[in-house]
Each structure stands twice: as C-alpha cells, then as structure tokens.
C-alpha cells in the first residue's frame, strides 16, 4: 500500500506557484475573499487560503459580512469586485446562511473571477472540456494526486461515490474526459444507488465524498483498489485537545490493506483544495493581463 501524501503534493505544487509568481514583475495576482458570519470553520478555512496565498506572494483582500446580511446587500459587495479590474480571483467562503441562496451568489461571481469553479458557465465549460473554465478545486485537486501519484485512469472503472456539484459530479467529468488522467468508465453512486457494495467491489479507482463517516469498509473494495477519500467528518476524542479528531468517508485501517494507494484524511485532498485554489487565482490573472494586452 502506498499512502498519498496530500500535503506534499500540495507543497510542490504551491513551490511551483510560488515560483512562476516571483518572476512577474509589476502587478502581482489578487484573489478576494468574502465571509459572512464567524462560523468557525469558515475562520480557519479562509485564514489558511490567505496564509497560503501570502506564501505564493499573491495578494488576499478578505470582506468580512454579517450573517444578517440580504442576499441583494451581499451582491452588491460581489459587483463591487467584479468591477474591480485589479481584483483577479474571488472566492464565497461557503456555507452561507440559510437565507442566501448558494446557487445565486456563485452565478453573481464573473466566471472569469470565480476561481472557485462554482459558476454555471465553468460547470458547463467543463462538460464541453473547454479548458478555458475554471474546474472547482477539490475536484482539480482529486486529478492533480491521481496524476502525480502515477495512477492509470484510461480504460479503468472509476466509481464516484456522491453526486455534489462541488465534488461528485465535476470529478465524474474530470475523470469521462479525453485527457490524462480521465478516459476512464465512470459510475456515479448516491444515497439511491441499490446494491452499492456490488458497485463498488467494481472500482479500480473509488473516490469517496458521500459525507458519512467510514462507510466505505473492506467488504466493499476490491484487492489493488486505489482509494481517494474525500470526506471531512468530526468525530469525538476526549484525546484531542479540540475534543475531535478527523476521519474520511474510508474506514482506513481495513480498507488501507486492499489498497494500492489511498489517501489519509487528514492530510490527503484537503491541502490540494487550497492549492488549486491557488492555480486557478494565477490563471485568472494571466489571462486578465493577457486581456489588457
């Protein structure tokens, strides 16, 4: 079993994000956060994109909003850096409350700023394979640790398990391209799906993101499987100082001895979120310059 280690591969990747940064000279890439409300989660999260994009030497802007906020006010704020010509990236810190419709604050970002892959147009770029649309990055990071690992995807049986617009259905696509990784035989798996375990036994590649803490057990792979597991699930330890320690939708001590490469959680597709978040940021400045040129 090789274990893919999602923190050095995000590393290297921000190594080489910080790389191409330091040769630009004059106008630096800038990426604008907005968060609504102090829910906890979304405090660390957005610290560590702006620790992260300070490191590449990409400048963060970060617009802190009430949780009361209406959704006409919050757009008003969106349209703000949208016409900002300075601002390249911007980036909804989600979850919103629940009186903000999602959907409808993705679609207010410009698709050539949302670097979150989130908006309608991207989502339908990526299934047309334009590449000129932004991938959301959890996804894009999926594909970057299948690659970098040396994992074969053409003529494979990849299963998804979950169906989300962030993470199921985009990574569904990814992997259908005419691309490496991707022309692989793909089964998208959901909370509907009859019989699953028969499907997943199937799987030479599996990702994981049903969102259900271990679900995914031994009896449900097959021997040599490689194991992409997505899930972000608390559970309690009165060990840890947080009172919880993290675990994947992959009960990781059984399945880990099928494995040929599987992903730990912590430490495996979370650190690549934030570092394609990172790529597409400096995408979308080159291709503003490249716009003003």
Do not use: W
Not at 2 to 7: A, P, R, T, V, Y
Not at 18 to 36: H, N, Q
Not at 138 to 159: D, F, M, N, W
């Amino acid at each position: 079993m090789q274990l893919i280690d999602g923190n050095a591969i995000a590393a290297s990747i921000i190594e080489e994000l910080t790389t191409e940064v330091g040769t630009l000279s004059g106008k630096k890439p800038v990426v604008a956060f907005i968060r609504v409300g102090e829910d906890p989660a979304s405090v660390s999260y957005v610290r560590k994109k702006e620790k992260t994009a300070e490191r590449i030497g990409i400048e963060s802007r970060l617009t802190l909003l009430p949780e009361s906020i209406t959704s006409e006010e919050l757009f008003a704020q969106i349209d703000i850096l949208n016409a900002d010509p300075d601002v390249n990236g911007i980036l909804i810190q989600a979850p919103l409350p629940k009186h903000i419709n999602e959907t409808a604050t993705f679609n207010r970002v410009l698709p050539g700023k949302d670097v979150d892959g989130f908006n309608t147009v991207n989502i339908g770029k990526l299934c047309q394979e334009d590449s000129s649309g932004f991938v959301a990055c959890t996804p894009a990071g999926i594909v970057q640790l299948i690659k970098r690992s040396g994992i074969e995807t053409e003529g494979k049986h990849v299963v998804v398990l979950g169906r989300s617009q962030i993470v199921g259905k985009p990574a569904a696509l990814l992997m259908m391209q005419k691309a490496c990784p991707g022309n692989a035989t793909v089964t998208v798996c959901h909370s509907r799906t009859a019989d699953l375990p028969n499907i997943t036994r199937q799987a030479d590649v599996l990702i994981a993101a049903i969102g259900r803490a271990n679900f995914v057990t031994a009896d449900m792979v097959k021997d040599g499987v490689n194991i992409i597991d997505v899930g972000i699930n608390r559970v309690e330890d009165a060990n840890k100082k947080s009172g919880y320690r993290l675990i994947g939708d992959v009960e990781f001590a059984t399945v880990s001895a099928k494995a040929t490469h599987i992903t730990p959680v912590p430490g495996g597709v979370g650190p690549m979120t934030v570092a394609m978040l990172m790529h597409n940021t400096l995408r979308a400045f080159k291709a503003s310059q490249a716009n003003q040129g």
